[in-house]
């Protein structure tokens, strides 16, 4: 058995003491004012002083934070799919990754209200060195994934990783949710890495490591923001991509990322249930290919269901015929629609630089295309 220490969510007995490290910290009491605004400091305190599971803080505390995002900062969160899930059961969710935070926050909350069991989430550790945030991030059953290593040191991590989450998943009834490839979709193309689901089977010995999906439930997850409020954070690391440089990162880049992803404008979001796939699975398990070619076949079937499942809103639409120069979509937006979306283009980004306002509508159109792509494949198929 491994020694999950270095990367687990606390565990039960030791939440309160950890509640208890960061209930005097100004950063919580900025939380609280935000998430309970006519409480009092002394009675929302007095209550996380009285919690004793990370269930009770998650309810308690981190949902109630989340209602109020989407109240503040959104025009409200609409779900599709949710029906197929089945209470007290288990699911690997592998999901598009748009924002720090939010991602899993809106998925719990979700699941919460739809009576089903919670999970613990992948986050980088690049995002947690600040030690309210590690704290925090720990108390919220997120399961830290290591950032920066090569060689042996990754192969090892990736190994407790994928024990921790078959543990999660097949002792613990825990669902678990990670993304599909290493950090958020920057430019709108959505697409699983292999390695990821290579990763996720490391925990499987024998000859067949594939057979370790047929063991799980994998659910793939659609999650849409009409707006990306970090859209323009990530500007910087798609002009130096296009421009086949090195990006490195700003010193407080990715909190400054996780705070306007919490408080930007998002206008809609959508999140969709593409299906369990245990048919599809069991297929691919029946193929006579190697293990690498089995993984690629899955990492499509994941790409196809969270390109269809991928809700499109007026701005992905409109940055698409903006972006082609032409109005093959117009049908799907108002002049007004199209009017605020310029308006937020002009204000977020310098329009006469070409090739960042290229970036810019690629990201918001690329879905568009997945789309098309994954009803073009559903068609052929």
């Not at 989450?165 to 709108?188: F, M, P, Y």
């Not at 594939?210 to 923001?225: A, N, Q």
Request: hydrophobic share 35%.
């Amino acid at each position: 058995m491994q020694n999950f220490d270095s990367i687990r969510p606390f565990y039960d007995a030791e939440a309160n003491a950890a509640i208890r490290e960061i209930v005097d910290d100004p950063m919580l009491e900025a939380m609280m004012n935000f998430t309970f605004p006519s409480d009092t400091k002394e009675h929302w305190k007095d209550l996380m002083l009285h919690t004793h599971s990370l269930r009770d803080f998650q309810i308690n505390f981190i949902y109630p934070g989340v209602k109020k995002v989407i109240e503040k900062s959104s025009d409200g969160l609409s779900i599709s799919g949710f029906d197929v899930l089945e209470p007290n059961t288990a699911y690997l969710f592998i999901s598009n990754h748009r924002d720090i935070v939010l991602d899993t926050s809106l998925l719990n909350a979700s699941l919460y209200e739809n009576g089903l069991v919670l999970t613990t989430s992948a986050i980088g550790d690049n995002l947690i060195k600040k030690p309210f945030l590690h704290t925090l991030s720990r108390l919220n059953r997120n399961f830290a994934i290591k950032r920066g290593v090569q060689g042996r040191a990754l192969l090892e991590s990736s190994l407790i990783t994928s024990e921790y989450i078959k543990k999660s998943l097949l002792h613990e009834n825990r669902s678990v949710w990670t993304a599909q490839k290493e950090g958020r979709t920057k430019d709108g193309n959505d697409a699983t890495h292999r390695g990821v689901l290579k990763m996720l089977t490391l925990c499987e010995e024998g000859p067949n490591p594939f057979g370790y999906f047929e063991k799980i439930k994998l659910v793939p997850i659609s999650i849409s923001y009409e707006y990306d409020p970090t859209d323009i954070l990530k500007m910087p690391e798609l002009l130096a991509k296009s421009r086949d440089e090195k990006y490195i990162k700003s010193e407080n880049e990715d909190f400054l990322n996780l705070l306007r992803g919490i408080m930007g404008t998002k206008k809609r979001i959508h999140i969709q249930v593409n299906g369990i796939l245990d048919e599809e699975i069991s297929e691919i398990a029946k193929m006579d290919i190697n293990q690498a070619e089995k993984l690629s076949h899955l990492a499509s079937i994941i790409d196809q269901r969270i390109w269809k499942g991928y809700k499109l809103w007026p701005s992905n639409y409109i940055a698409h015929d903006l972006l082609y120069g032409n109005e093959e979509y117009s049908g799907c937006y108002t002049a007004a629609e199209k009017s605020d979306f310029e308006k937020r283009l002009i204000e977020k980004v310098d329009t006469k630089n070409a090739l960042m306002v290229k970036n810019f509508l690629a990201m918001y159109a690329n879905p568009v295309n997945n789309q098309k792509k994954s009803l073009e494949s559903q068609t052929t198929g």
